[in-house]
């Protein structure tokens, strides 16, 4: 019998309107739609860029009224100054973003999505 593995992991993010999400995701971020419940008016999709996939699920407006906690995401990158130009460019993310090392001996960029989905990008220093 062998020992089990974990493959991959699709972190699944709140979002109030999906087709709005796709948008600024494909458009600011650069990734690319996977899959969708509905080619018209999803509640459900995933989008890829690269190595990794996100999930982006509609949540009810009501939901966003009371104390809803969205999720922080840390992505591991290559090249985390040319992801954070080229966010940077596109305006991704605030103006007041910065890239920076940390005392944890990483190099990294964090900010929310048009939804307060937390997301890190980092480049372990080696």
């Not at 996100?54 to 906690?69: G, V, Y």
Request: glycine share 4%; no cysteine.
């Amino acid at each position: 019998m062998g020992k089990g593995i974990l493959h991959q992991i699709h972190p699944i993010l709140p979002v109030q309107n999906v087709v709005v999400a796709l948008f600024y995701y494909t458009n600011k971020l650069g990734f690319e739609i996977a899959f969708a419940d509905d080619s018209k008016n999803p509640t459900y999709a995933g989008i890829r860029r690269d190595h990794i996939e996100l999930h982006l699920q509609w949540h009810d407006p009501k939901e966003w009224e009371s104390s809803f906690n969205t999720p922080m995401i840390r992505i591991v990158t290559e090249n985390i100054e040319d992801l954070f130009e080229e966010f940077k460019a596109k305006e991704a993310f605030h103006e007041s973003t910065i890239l920076k090392e940390t005392q944890w001996n990483t190099k990294e960029f964090a900010f929310y999505d048009i939804y307060k989905n937390g997301l890190t990008f980092y480049q372990n220093l080696k």
